[in-house]
């Protein structure tokens, strides 16, 4: 069984619309995380929770609000859509122990903003 | 600025045992060597992490420098399916909990 769904798996939307992207794992961790990974580029770091609590934020643009609802939730909420924002969305999770922290990531969202 | 270098891409053949180098030299003493993996449409697949000492899993051996300075990732026996994107990435852990990927190795596996 998967440990960490996203849904939807695809997703496809109009520039100016807004869409969430859900996340929920089930290993138990208390923190999660969001990245970006536009076409051929690496990984990019977006959000961390911990005990759902924000705990950083690279993200530039305020239309990009994660939304914690339960401890293994963490939805991304993404507002005034851009051509841009077109990526595949990944969400980890991991148990913070205060020194290792092993990341372990979801299947992710592919975007697509028209 | 990149904190580890690896080679653009490797080439193996299935069978073989393939070693994936990593460059850390300004690693800190807290930070961890994690190495992950990513084949194309899928997210990254934790492959292994180490401090100081060698390390072996199912997946693979990481072998770190005396100086820290790089590790060395040895896959055994590899398939078809180890063929991905390999990240060597440093954490410190804590409260910095942001893992910054790379362009990392590309492994291609031929029959």
């Known amino acids: 069984d998967p440990k960490i769904i996203q849904k939807p798996k695809y997703l496809v939307a109009v520039t100016g619309s807004e869409k969430i992207l859900i996340c929920e794992q089930y290993?138990?961790?208390?923190?999660m995380y969001w990245y970006r990974q536009s076409a051929k580029k690496p990984l990019e770091f977006m959000f961390s929770?911990?005990?759902?609590?924000?705990?950083d934020n690279q993200t530039a643009s305020s239309r990009f609000q994660p939304q914690s609802s339960k401890k293994n939730h963490l939805d991304l909420q993404i507002t005034a859509l851009k051509p841009d924002d077109s990526a595949t969305y990944f969400c980890?999770?991991?148990?913070?122990?205060?020194?290792?922290?092993?990341?372990?990531f979801g299947p992710g969202t592919r975007l697509l903003v028209l | 600025d990149a904190k580890t270098t690896q080679p653009d891409s490797m080439e193996s053949t299935e069978g073989e045992t393939v070693h994936l180098p990593c460059s850390h030299a300004t690693i800190s003493g807290n930070e961890y060597i994690y190495w992950y993996r990513q084949v194309p449409l899928q997210g990254p697949e934790y492959v292994t992490h180490?401090?100081?000492q060698n390390t072996t899993n199912s997946m693979a051996f990481l072998a770190i420098a005396s100086d820290r300075k790089s590790s060395t990732l040895i896959l055994t026996h590899v398939s078809l399916r180890d063929a991905a994107v390999y990240h060597c990435i440093l954490n410190s852990g804590g409260s910095n909990y942001k893992l910054t990927f790379g362009k990392g190795t590309l492994l291609t596996v031929t029959p």
């Open positions: 929770y911990s005990y759902q609590k924000l705990m």
């Open positions: 290993l138990g961790h208390n923190a």
């Open positions: 980890a999770s991991s148990q913070p122990t205060g020194g290792k922290d092993t990341q372990y």
């Open positions: 180490g401090l100081q």
